[in-house]
Protein backbone atom coordinates (compact mmCIF):
# COMPACT_ATOMS: atom_id res chain seq x y z
CA UNK A 1 0.00 0.00 0.00
CA UNK A 2 2.74 2.32 0.56
CA UNK A 3 4.33 1.22 -2.55
CA UNK A 4 0.96 2.40 -4.23
CA UNK A 5 0.65 5.65 -2.30
CA UNK A 6 4.54 6.79 -3.65
CA UNK A 7 3.34 5.53 -7.40
CA UNK A 8 0.04 7.70 -7.10
CA UNK A 9 1.97 10.53 -5.50
CA UNK A 10 4.44 10.65 -8.28
CA UNK A 11 1.75 10.49 -11.16
CA UNK A 12 0.02 13.06 -9.71
CA UNK A 13 2.97 15.50 -9.29
CA UNK A 14 3.92 14.21 -13.08
CA UNK A 15 0.52 15.29 -13.87
CA UNK A 16 0.73 18.51 -12.75
CA UNK A 17 3.74 19.68 -13.99
CA UNK A 18 2.77 19.21 -17.33
CA UNK A 19 -0.49 20.79 -16.89
CA UNK A 20 1.50 23.55 -15.68
CA UNK A 21 3.41 24.17 -18.47
CA UNK A 22 0.68 23.21 -21.08
CA UNK A 23 -0.83 25.82 -19.64
CA UNK A 24 1.42 28.07 -19.63
CA UNK A 25 1.78 28.01 -23.46
CA UNK A 26 -1.93 28.34 -23.88
CA UNK A 27 -3.49 31.91 -25.06
CA UNK A 28 -6.04 33.37 -22.62
CA UNK A 29 -8.05 36.48 -22.61
CA UNK A 30 -8.96 38.51 -25.39
CA UNK A 31 -7.15 40.55 -27.63
CA UNK A 32 -8.63 44.28 -27.20
CA UNK A 33 -6.57 47.41 -27.81
CA UNK A 34 -6.92 50.33 -25.68
CA UNK A 35 -5.41 53.66 -24.37
CA UNK A 36 -3.93 52.78 -20.95
CA UNK A 37 -4.43 56.72 -20.60
CA UNK A 38 -7.57 56.39 -20.65
CA UNK A 39 -7.66 54.83 -17.29
CA UNK A 40 -5.41 57.16 -15.23
CA UNK A 41 -8.44 58.65 -13.35
CA UNK A 42 -10.24 55.61 -12.97
CA UNK A 43 -13.56 57.50 -13.28
CA UNK A 44 -13.69 58.84 -17.04
CA UNK A 45 -10.97 58.83 -20.12
CA UNK A 46 -9.51 61.96 -18.72
CA UNK A 47 -5.60 62.09 -18.70
CA UNK A 48 -4.66 65.34 -16.68
CA UNK A 49 -0.99 66.59 -17.21
CA UNK A 50 0.40 67.49 -14.91
CA UNK A 51 -0.95 64.50 -13.05
CA UNK A 52 0.38 65.52 -9.43
CA UNK A 53 2.84 65.92 -6.92
CA UNK A 54 3.84 62.07 -6.34
CA UNK A 55 6.30 61.95 -9.12
CA UNK A 56 3.48 60.74 -12.14
CA UNK A 57 5.30 63.00 -13.87
CA UNK A 58 8.23 61.13 -15.14
CA UNK A 59 9.50 60.16 -18.04
CA UNK A 60 6.63 57.95 -18.71
CA UNK A 61 3.91 60.94 -18.51
CA UNK A 62 5.50 63.72 -19.74
CA UNK A 63 8.66 65.77 -19.93
CA UNK A 64 9.02 69.84 -20.76
CA UNK A 65 12.10 70.94 -22.60
CA UNK A 66 12.76 74.82 -21.51
CA UNK A 67 15.17 75.40 -24.69
CA UNK A 68 12.70 74.49 -27.42
CA UNK A 69 9.40 75.07 -24.93
CA UNK A 70 8.22 71.74 -26.23
CA UNK A 71 6.08 69.64 -23.88
CA UNK A 72 5.98 65.67 -24.83
CA UNK A 73 3.05 63.96 -23.39
CA UNK A 74 3.67 60.10 -23.97
CA UNK A 75 0.40 58.51 -24.95
CA UNK A 76 0.08 54.78 -25.88
CA UNK A 77 -1.67 51.49 -26.78
CA UNK A 78 -2.12 48.13 -25.38
CA UNK A 79 -3.26 44.84 -25.82
CA UNK A 80 -5.02 42.63 -23.12
CA UNK A 81 -5.04 39.15 -22.77
CA UNK A 82 -1.71 36.69 -22.85
CA UNK A 83 -0.70 35.00 -26.52
CA UNK A 84 2.26 32.86 -26.75
CA UNK A 85 3.30 34.27 -30.12
CA UNK A 86 2.69 38.10 -29.75
CA UNK A 87 1.91 39.75 -33.16
CA UNK A 88 2.55 42.83 -34.41
CA UNK A 89 -0.51 45.51 -35.16
CA UNK A 90 -0.63 49.18 -35.75
CA UNK A 91 -3.62 51.59 -35.13
CA UNK A 92 -4.94 54.91 -36.24
CA UNK A 93 -4.42 58.36 -33.93
CA UNK A 94 -6.34 61.40 -34.82
CA UNK A 95 -8.51 64.06 -33.43
CA UNK A 96 -11.37 64.35 -31.90
CA UNK A 97 -13.80 67.02 -30.07
CA UNK A 98 -15.00 65.54 -27.30
CA UNK A 99 -19.06 66.45 -26.21
CA UNK A 100 -19.38 68.45 -22.51
CA UNK A 101 -15.85 69.01 -22.47
CA UNK A 102 -15.03 71.90 -19.80
CA UNK A 103 -12.26 74.47 -20.63
CA UNK A 104 -11.18 75.76 -24.34
CA UNK A 105 -9.90 72.90 -27.33
CA UNK A 106 -6.26 73.01 -27.79
CA UNK A 107 -5.54 75.20 -30.89
CA UNK A 108 -4.73 72.69 -33.70
CA UNK A 109 -1.07 74.70 -34.48
CA UNK A 110 0.34 74.44 -31.21
CA UNK A 111 0.17 70.19 -30.72
CA UNK A 112 1.47 67.14 -32.95
CA UNK A 113 1.05 64.03 -32.97
CA UNK A 114 2.23 60.98 -35.10
CA UNK A 115 -0.59 59.57 -37.13
CA UNK A 116 -0.35 55.93 -36.23
CA UNK A 117 0.92 54.08 -33.66
CA UNK A 118 2.90 50.47 -34.41
CA UNK A 119 3.26 47.78 -32.19
CA UNK A 120 6.04 45.41 -33.48
CA UNK A 121 5.93 41.44 -33.42
CA UNK A 122 6.91 40.55 -29.45
CA UNK A 123 5.42 42.97 -27.80
CA UNK A 124 1.76 43.64 -26.69
CA UNK A 125 2.32 48.41 -26.93
CA UNK A 126 3.94 50.79 -27.47
CA UNK A 127 3.87 54.70 -27.20
CA UNK A 128 4.74 57.78 -29.17
CA UNK A 129 5.05 61.44 -28.11
CA UNK A 130 2.29 64.43 -28.39
CA UNK A 131 4.42 67.00 -28.56
CA UNK A 132 2.17 70.85 -27.65
CA UNK A 133 4.50 73.65 -28.08
CA UNK A 134 4.07 76.04 -24.59
CA UNK A 135 5.63 79.21 -26.12
CA UNK A 136 2.98 79.15 -28.90
CA UNK A 137 0.58 78.35 -26.64
CA UNK A 138 1.49 81.03 -24.26
CA UNK A 139 0.72 83.98 -27.28
CA UNK A 140 -2.86 82.27 -26.92
CA UNK A 141 -2.79 83.22 -23.28
CA UNK A 142 -5.97 85.78 -23.71
CA UNK A 143 -8.65 82.91 -24.85
CA UNK A 144 -8.10 80.80 -21.43
CA UNK A 145 -7.12 82.76 -18.98
CA UNK A 146 -8.98 85.68 -17.33
CA UNK A 147 -9.65 86.66 -13.72
CA UNK A 148 -6.30 84.88 -12.23
CA UNK A 149 -8.11 81.71 -13.52
CA UNK A 150 -6.43 79.26 -16.54
CA UNK A 151 -9.14 77.03 -17.86
CA UNK A 152 -7.99 73.95 -18.76
CA UNK A 153 -6.79 73.64 -22.52
CA UNK A 154 -7.72 70.15 -24.11
CA UNK A 155 -7.47 67.61 -26.77
CA UNK A 156 -9.10 64.57 -27.74
CA UNK A 157 -7.47 61.51 -29.27
CA UNK A 158 -9.22 58.19 -30.49
CA UNK A 159 -7.97 54.92 -31.94
CA UNK A 160 -9.72 53.63 -35.06
CA UNK A 161 -8.68 51.41 -38.47
CA UNK A 162 -6.76 48.65 -36.58
CA UNK A 163 -4.35 46.70 -38.82
CA UNK A 164 -3.21 43.32 -37.44
CA UNK A 165 -4.53 39.46 -36.37
CA UNK A 166 -8.33 38.62 -36.97
CA UNK A 167 -8.60 38.06 -33.19
CA UNK A 168 -7.32 41.39 -32.50
CA UNK A 169 -10.18 44.57 -31.66
CA UNK A 170 -10.49 47.66 -30.43
CA UNK A 171 -12.22 47.66 -26.83
CA UNK A 172 -15.34 48.38 -26.76
CA UNK A 173 -14.12 51.26 -23.88
CA UNK A 174 -10.81 53.50 -23.32
CA UNK A 175 -10.54 53.87 -27.38
CA UNK A 176 -10.40 57.67 -27.25
CA UNK A 177 -8.59 59.87 -24.34
CA UNK A 178 -8.75 63.64 -23.53
CA UNK A 179 -5.95 65.07 -22.83
CA UNK A 180 -6.50 68.19 -19.83
CA UNK A 181 -3.64 70.39 -19.51
CA UNK A 182 -3.80 72.92 -16.47
CA UNK A 183 -1.25 75.45 -17.21
CA UNK A 184 -2.16 76.97 -13.87
CA UNK A 185 -1.18 73.16 -11.72
CA UNK A 186 1.01 73.70 -8.93
CA UNK A 187 2.79 70.44 -9.77
CA UNK A 188 4.81 71.73 -12.89
CA UNK A 189 7.57 71.28 -11.07
CA UNK A 190 7.28 67.42 -10.87
CA UNK A 191 7.63 67.52 -14.78
CA UNK A 192 10.89 66.66 -14.91
CA UNK A 193 14.11 66.61 -12.87
CA UNK A 194 15.11 70.57 -14.11
CA UNK A 195 12.13 71.26 -12.43
CA UNK A 196 10.72 74.15 -15.17
CA UNK A 197 8.15 75.28 -12.08
CA UNK A 198 9.77 79.00 -12.94
CA UNK A 199 10.08 78.76 -16.85
CA UNK A 200 5.99 77.55 -16.88
CA UNK A 201 5.44 80.92 -14.67
CA UNK A 202 7.03 82.71 -16.43
CA UNK A 203 5.25 81.80 -20.10
CA UNK A 204 1.91 81.76 -17.86
CA UNK A 205 1.88 83.87 -15.43
CA UNK A 206 -0.49 85.08 -12.86
CA UNK A 207 -1.42 88.66 -12.82
Known sequence: MKAFKIILTAALSLALCACGKEDANK??????V???????????????????PFYQNSKYTCS???????????????RSGY????SGYSVSLGKFTPSGADGVEMPADVVSFPSSIVVPDGESGATVKVSVDLKAL??????FYASGVYQIVYLGLELSNLHGPAEYALASSNTSVVIKLDMGSEHWDSVDASKPEAEVRTLFPFD
Not at 27 to 32: E, H, I, L, T, V
Open 27 to 32: DYGFAK
Open 138 to 143: ATKRAS
Open 34 to 52: YIPQATVTGIDNSYPIPLG
Open 83 to 86: FATQ
Open 64 to 78: YSKETGKLDIVVGVI
